[in-house]
């Protein structure tokens, strides 16, 4: 499977304090099948996600050759006191899929600090069907191209998501209230002359990447969202 993302608490000793969000491509499906796979866990109780197949992801779409804006989005509700989770997939801005989780779907609170990768494992991948952890941190790797990446601290909605799917948004801080809950946003357009691994975050909070493997030839001044 290849990784688009993966984000794990670090340092966690134990299953009460780790966290997983984890978005994959799997290979093996075929073209009329979904190709997805979302995990979505914290804390001791897994009701979360685990390698979901995402409704309306299908293979013959996301590798047609052309530009793909993809998003999901997670949201809790409460009906007489039991929470669900759902996740929703959204492709080319239009919500196209969703799937809830176990009733009763309760996250625990995780607080470590988070590592996440694009584009690669971030750590151990734990495969539940066989009890083992395979691979490692750059293991996965996405054959792929990404032109715009962005991690909000809060669920999003269909109209913000919709709106702002092939337009920039501006970042916030916590001082600053406009877009506060943008926790990272990457363009990776700082152009085919930039000779830095780094890649700017324009969340408005300083959190820049860097890309391991560097070359110069990565980059490219045209962007998907003109």
């Not at 984000?7 to 997805?36: M, P, V």
């Not at 600090?113 to 083992?132: H, K």
């Not at 990404?146 to 601290?153: A, L, N, S, T």
């Amino acid at each position: 499977r290849e990784v688009i993302f993966d984000c794990h608490s670090k340092a966690s000793s134990a299953l009460s304090d780790s966290a997983r969000i984890r978005l994959e491509y799997d290979t093996t499906k075929g073209a009329n099948d979904n190709c997805l796979m979302f995990t979505y866990m914290s804390g001791a109780a897994n009701n979360g996600f685990l390698g979901v197949l995402l409704p309306g992801s299908l293979t013959s779409t996301l590798t047609d050759g052309n530009w793909h804006h993809i998003a999901v989005s997670v949201k809790q509700t409460v009906v007489e006191n039991n929470p669900t989770l759902t996740a929703y997939f959204y492709l080319d801005r239009e919500r196209v899929g969703n799937i809830n989780s176990v009733p009763n779907a309760i996250m625990g609170k995780c607080n470590k600090n988070m590592v996440a990768t694009i584009g690669a494992l971030s750590t151990q991948r734990y495969e539940w069907s066989s009890g083992f952890n395979t691979g490692g941190k750059g293991y996965g790797k996405l054959n792929a191209s990404i032109d715009d990446f962005r991690f909000w601290k809060s669920e999003r909605g269909p109209e913000l998501i919709g709106r702002f799917f092939q337009e920039e948004v501006h970042g916030g801080t916590e001082a600053d209230h406009t877009n506060a809950k943008l926790g990272i946003y990457y363009k990776f357009n700082e152009g085919a002359s930039y000779s830095s691994s780094k890649v700017l975050d324009y969340s408005g909070r300083a959190k820049d990447g860097k890309v391991h493997g560097y070359k110069q030839t990565m980059r490219s001044a045209v962007s998907a969202l003109n």
